[in-house]
């Protein structure tokens, strides 16, 4: 049962996806479905790149997960930070004439070291855009994105925790094309 499941799920983004009007827009390889569990946030990583304009609708099984989706485009960044640690090192006693005395005297040393931290800038939030489940946006550096995804559930004949009948697909399709050129020509 839950095998056929993930299999019907596997091209809910091509089924029922909400395919674009404009036909300068080309479905992307990196659109995908997947199963999802009622209150569980899922994500999909993908990388935008500069110089085009994407448009990404989200599609999902109302009856199991709810009416609307709450999903959002964030924007995952690597931030360089100094991490200093203090620690405990020995240091050979020297006498008057600048040589070892065979003895050693604890000190406290501190060691900076370069780390790196992921932080989370949030693009865009559907919950203060009317819910909608579609964006179109123009890309002006390539960047690496996770499309976030949490479903509220149904309210009616709310499922018991862990029930299989919390378990539906969502499908979200990502179209890309080049951004036009707009304005004035330099001639």
Not at 72 to 95: I, M, N, S, W, Y
Request: with cysteine; aromatic share 4%; charged share 30%.
């Amino acid at each position: 049962m839950a095998a056929s499941a993930q299999y019907k799920c596997a091209d809910y983004h091509r089924v029922n996806g909400n395919l674009s009007n404009d036909k300068r827009f080309s479905i992307n390889g990196q659109s995908k479905s997947a199963m999802v569990q009622v209150g569980k946030e899922t994500e999909l990583n993908i990388i935008v790149y500069r110089g085009q304009d994407y448009r990404i609708s989200v599609s999902h099984d109302e009856k199991v997960l709810g009416e609307q989706l709450a999903i959002r485009l964030v924007e995952k960044v690597r931030v360089p930070t100094d991490e200093a640690t203090e620690g405990a090192a020995k240091k050979a006693v020297l006498d008057e004439g600048g040589k070892a005395t065979g003895t050693t005297l604890e000190v406290k040393a501190t060691e900076k070291k370069r780390t790196y931290k992921e932080e989370e800038k949030v693009l865009w939030d559907n919950t203060e855009h009317d819910m909608a489940d579609e964006i179109e946006f123009s890309c002006t550096a390539t960047k690496r994105i996770a499309i976030e995804v949490v479903a509220p559930g149904s309210d009616s004949d709310k499922p018991k925790k862990g029930a299989l009948n919390d378990i539906g697909c969502v499908g979200i399709l990502i179209e890309h094309m080049p951004t036009p050129a707009v304005g004035f020509e330099a001639r």
